[in-house]
């Protein structure tokens, strides 16, 4: 759904029965109060001719609409795309989100997804009804509401991390466009603050999510010294750029939402380390659709998602180790490798001790030194070229990528084949379309052992293939 093609009807019945379909779809800005809402809004609804409906809060706040202190259009849920258009547009919003235009610029973000700038201007225009600056200038105005309304950080703190190089220009934007100085909003900030030393935001989500089955996963296959599991909680080291320190992830009090802790080391890497999150979480997903098209497939277990990547590079390591191993196996050839090449971090948390390995580190180790930790010399071999491929850029996990492109690289590489490589792009990409064919649970659930005859029962999954990976892998517990 763009600016050119908003149907008014279908937008104002989303507006009256509260649809959690269009959180974060459409925007309604209301012209009796000026404030724009999300169609999930507490209050009153508006009369239909009070509404004006718009493709992105950028776009509300660009007709002049300030954002509702009630639904917060801040926290709405992100919104995947399938075609090819909209997929391009949902990339540059997730690049843009990512902080792209904090320290580059549009011409540079066109390069980097291999278009013309023009281009870029005219999907993001069409789609969000709004230029990418616009775009990222609002983004970076919601961030500081959500900083200023769920954490004590300050007022100039705020400004700088969510991407503000001047306090003065944060402040004069900040009353243009909400009507109220910064400091006006921090007095309505949470009654619940977090210690001085972190601080908490929240990311939504469309429901259903099926929480349990996510922490079940990744619990298995956590990283020890990385990763941690406590209970329905995810913790996890944070080496991000210039930024390091950790994070915990679990689920909020308040419906449809995960509540993110943040060492407060992350201050100013917070915008693409909650990009991530969403991404680690698959929480731009529409669990709905998704579950309409696969069909009786998912219909045991709504809410099924597929567990992303934080770090791209982390999980493409790991999948090599796991190749023919048991998942148990793998995690232990993965804790020695970051307790021998990882950098020691200290965290309030005892199972979380090291950041995963730089891709330099483990390239310029010798061979012999990653051996003796257990792992065979064609999987060294294997991790060195894929270590070697992301240092050239060769292979790239960044939001835009053509999957398939990159899996055809990916199995360039020594000891890399299909399994590995559709694996790395059903996580490490958030590709939804990725099925693994080869892998030995698909066939049993499918109860199927020729690879023509499975690929053909996955065509009517397409564009869904990863999450019928998931589902056919869970049917296996029951």
Not at 224 to 252: F, M, N, P
Request: proline share 6%.
């Amino acid at each position: 759904m763009n600016s050119m093609n908003l149907d008014v009807e279908s937008c104002y019945r989303a507006v009256v029965t509260h649809d959690t379909r269009f959180d974060g779809v459409i925007f309604v800005g209301v012209a009796t109060t000026g404030v724009y809402c999300r169609t999930i809004c507490p209050a009153k609804t508006p009369r239909r001719q009070s509404c004006r409906f718009f493709p992105s809060a950028a776009a509300a706040e660009g007709a002049g609409f300030r954002p509702c202190l009630r639904c917060r259009p801040e926290l709405a849920p992100g919104n995947a795309r399938v075609d090819a258009v909209n997929r391009l547009a949902a990339t540059i919003a997730s690049r843009i989100e990512d902080g792209v235009l904090t320290e580059g610029n549009v011409e540079q973000l066109a390069e980097e997804l291999h278009i013309s700038e023009r281009h870029l201007r005219r999907v993001t225009q069409r789609t969000f009804g709004v230029s990418p600056i616009e775009l990222a200038q609002t983004q970076r105005l919601l961030l500081a509401k959500r900083l200023l309304t769920d954490t004590d950080l300050s007022v100039i703190e705020t400004a700088f991390a969510s991407g503000f190089a001047s306090l003065r220009r944060f402040n004069a934007l900040f009353k243009q466009r909400y009507r109220l100085n910064p400091t006006d909003l921090r007095k309505r900030r949470s009654t619940h603050p977090a210690p001085a030393d972190t601080f908490v935001c929240e990311v939504a989500y469309r429901p259903p999510l099926d929480w349990k089955s996510m922490m079940s996963f990744l619990g298995a296959r956590s990283l020890r010294g990385v990763e941690a599991i406590d209970g329905q909680k995810y913790s996890r080291t944070v080496h991000l750029g210039k930024h390091l320190g950790w994070i915990t992830v679990q689920r909020a009090k308040r419906r449809n939402r995960l509540s993110v802790e943040l060492s407060a080391s992350l201050i100013q890497g917070v915008l693409p380390v909650l990009a991530r999150v969403k991404r680690l979480f698959d929480l731009s997903a529409d669990p709905n659709e998704i579950a309409a098209h696969l069909g009786t497939l998912a219909a045991r277990h709504p809410g099924l998602r597929v567990p992303g990547a934080f770090d791209g590079f982390e999980v493409g390591v790991r999948a090599i180790l796991g190749q023919q191993v048991s998942v148990k196996a793998a995690r232990t050839l993965a804790g020695r490798l970051i307790e021998a090449f990882g950098e020691k971090i200290e965290t309030p948390i005892s199972e979380l001790t090291h950041v995963f390995p730089k891709p330099e580190r483990l390239l310029e180790s010798a061979p012999a030194a990653i051996t003796t930790l257990g792992i065979l010399p064609a999987r060294v071999e294997s991790i060195r070229a894929f270590a070697r491929a992301v240092i050239h850029r060769t292979i790239s996990f960044e939001p835009g990528i053509d999957p398939e492109m990159t899996i055809r690289h990916l199995r360039e590489l020594p000891g890399i084949g299909d399994w590995t490589a559709h694996y790395i792009a059903m996580r490490a990409m958030n590709w939804p379309d990725a099925f693994p064919h080869t892998d030995l649970g698909i066939r049993k659930a499918l109860r199927e052992h020729r690879a023509k005859r499975v690929l053909e029962i996955a065509e009517s999954w397409r564009p869904w293939r990863s999450y019928a990976v998931m589902h056919l892998w869970k049917s296996l517990e029951n």
